[in-house]
């Protein structure tokens, strides 16, 4: 992500739970949108909200606002808000990625030593749990798997890196493995 938007809301007297109410239901439009990398509404005081959101690009930060979310902000914003929401582009510095999104990132596919019989499981969230109870070390692997969660398109991507991921494998195993 290179560049973002802050966006500042200021709800009128005895509307504050009606915009905290909005930008909750504007969750799942944003999640819609595929170049929105990553969109936080918060509430920074008793009526001040404010919308955060990064995009890779400048084409993205221009989709978000002429998006969904944007259209029905400004459609809802004379009823909701005292004055016309305050919109800042903001260019991204520097940021910190969470475990979860350092696997959604192409180039940091964790990878996976597997055995025959093995049984991988990856929740929708991405967490994996390997049942690999032979594999002590990497060296009786019979395969090393890639795994990354891309959260734009939902995908759990799996390649198979190694069908033999070390051939000094099979000394590894027990007899009539």
Do not use: C
Request: charged share 25%; aromatic share 6%; no cysteine.
């Amino acid at each position: 992500m290179s560049v973002g938007l802050f966006v500042r809301l200021e709800a009128k007297p005895g509307k504050e739970r009606e915009v905290a109410d909005f930008l909750r239901q504007a969750l799942p439009m944003a999640q819609r949108e595929p170049k929105t990398v990553s969109w936080y509404a918060v509430k920074l005081g008793p009526s001040t909200f404010a919308i955060f959101d990064t995009f890779d690009d400048e084409t993205g930060r221009q989709e978000h606002l002429s998006g969904k979310v944007a259209a029905t902000l400004m459609a809802k914003a004379p009823d909701l808000l005292l004055s016309p929401p305050v919109i800042e582009k903001a260019d991204i510095l520097a940021s910190l990625k969470s475990h979860h999104e350092m696997a959604e990132s192409p180039g940091t596919a964790e990878q996976i030593p597997m055995q025959v019989g093995s049984e991988l499981r990856i929740t929708n969230q991405g967490a994996i749990s390997l049942g690999n109870p032979e594999i002590e070390n990497r060296t009786a692997a019979d395969a090393v798997l890639s795994y990354r969660f891309d959260a734009g398109s939902g995908e759990h991507v799996v390649r198979l890196l190694d069908p033999l991921a070390d051939r000094r494998h099979m000394s590894a195993h027990r007899p009539g493995d």
